[in-house]
T-cell receptor
Framework: DQQVKQNSPSLSVQEGRISILNCDYT??????FLWYKKYPAEGPTFLIS?????DKNEDGRFTVFLNKSAKHLSLHIVPSQPGDSAVYFC??????????????FGKGTLLTVNP | DSGVTQTPKHLITATGQRVTLRCSPR?????VYWYQQSLDQGLQFLIQ???????AKGNILERFSAQQFPDLHSELNLSSLELGDSALYFC????????????FGQGTRLTVV
């Protein structure tokens, strides 16, 4: 049962354009969402997060949007740069259940930014 | 550098063997998580420890076990290894009591031959 779904295994965009990565979730208990970036042979690194009390969080070129009614979130990267080429994982957590902050991950989307 | 250290980086072993993967969390982090990433799969949650106690279990096989020691480092033990256990195993740590992200180590690549 995939509670966090990233339906696009890959995405290719031109440098300077917008990259939009999508993520859907099914567990209504999830209230904290994160995006991680992963380069080959490295561990995932935290990129940006959003709490369910917000619908948007921005950090430089990265913006995450949350649509709770649709159980959907998206990561926008503007402008996209070749160094952004990596696998992006969406993750979700149900933090209201005490100290269990385990993250449930999607399968990832490989973003390729072409020069 | 995330501050999370995993050893070894690579491990090649034969089917039926037992291995131990080690993780040192970031200084001050009480929670340790183990994840498995197989080919074409996302990060599958295995188990979480908080301050030495098991807190959550995911899709962890009975052949696998873990523990967190008083100094907060953790070990993941994999026994009776099968070819399908070949994967990247990641450890992550986080600070508890707040909505904080988990920091990942670089992973241990296990190859079972």
């Amino acid at each position: 049962d995939q509670q966090v779904k990233q339906n696009s295994p890959s995405l290719s965009v031109q440098e300077g354009r917008i990259s939009i990565l999508n993520c859907d979730y099914t567990n209504s208990m999830f209230d904290y969402f994160l995006w991680y970036k992963k380069y080959p042979a490295e561990g995932p690194t935290f990129l940006i997060s959003i709490s369910s009390i917000k619908d948007k969080n921005e950090d430089g070129r990265f913006t995450v949007f949350l649509n709770k009614s649709a159980k959907h979130l998206s990561l926008h990267i503007v402008p996209s740069q070749p160094g952004d080429s990596a696998v992006y994982f969406c993750a979700a957590s149900a933090t209201s259940g005490g100290s269990n902050y385990k993250l449930t991950f999607g399968k990832g989307t490989l973003l390729t930014v072409n020069p | 550098d995330s501050g999370v250290t995993q050893t070894p980086k690579h491990l090649i072993t034969a089917t039926g063997q037992r291995v131990t993967l080690r993780c040192s969390p970031r200084s001050g982090d009480l929670s340790v998580y183990w994840y498995q990433q197989s080919l074409d799969q996302g990060l599958q949650f295995l188990i979480q420890y908080y301050n030495g106690e098991e807190r959550a279990k995911g899709n962890i096989l009975e052949r696998f076990s873990a523990q967190q020691f008083p100094d907060l480092h953790s070990e993941l033990n994999l026994s009776s290894l099968e070819l399908g256990d070949s994967a990247l195993y990641f450890c992550a740590s986080s600070e508890q009591g707040a909505n904080t992200e988990a920091f990942f180590g670089q992973g241990t690549r296990l190859t079972v031959v």
